[in-house]
């Protein structure tokens, strides 16, 4: 059984962001577009929202019939405390965790 958060399944699946990154490569031009090429693109884009908004809400479903029916598991508080105790040194989440399970008496390492 795998144990995963919700965020983890969907960046897994390449859906973590609730936005889609449509827009992110659309060339801009120097003398911009013409009003058609304009009602075009965002044409495109709505479309690419919707179908990302889609996939992404159907990629939710199939991660709660997995919790379901035992596929998979979700983290427990302990177990994403002492992931994020384990992360880089200098991030104060990091550090925040540690002191937290310190004070807990938990071994993190």
Known sequence: MEVLT???YLGRLGLSSP???FM???LRLPHGLTLRQEKQLEK???KAAY???AKRNAAIAEYYEKIAKGEIRRKTVLERRIEIANGHED???TQAARRKLIKDGIAWR
């Open 91 to 93: 991030n104060e989440a």
């Open 44 to 46: 495109e884009a709505m």
């Open 51 to 53: 179908e990302h908004s």
């Open 24 to 26: 992110l490569d659309k």
């Open 6 to 8: 919700l965020d983890e």
């Open 19 to 21: 936005i889609s990154d």
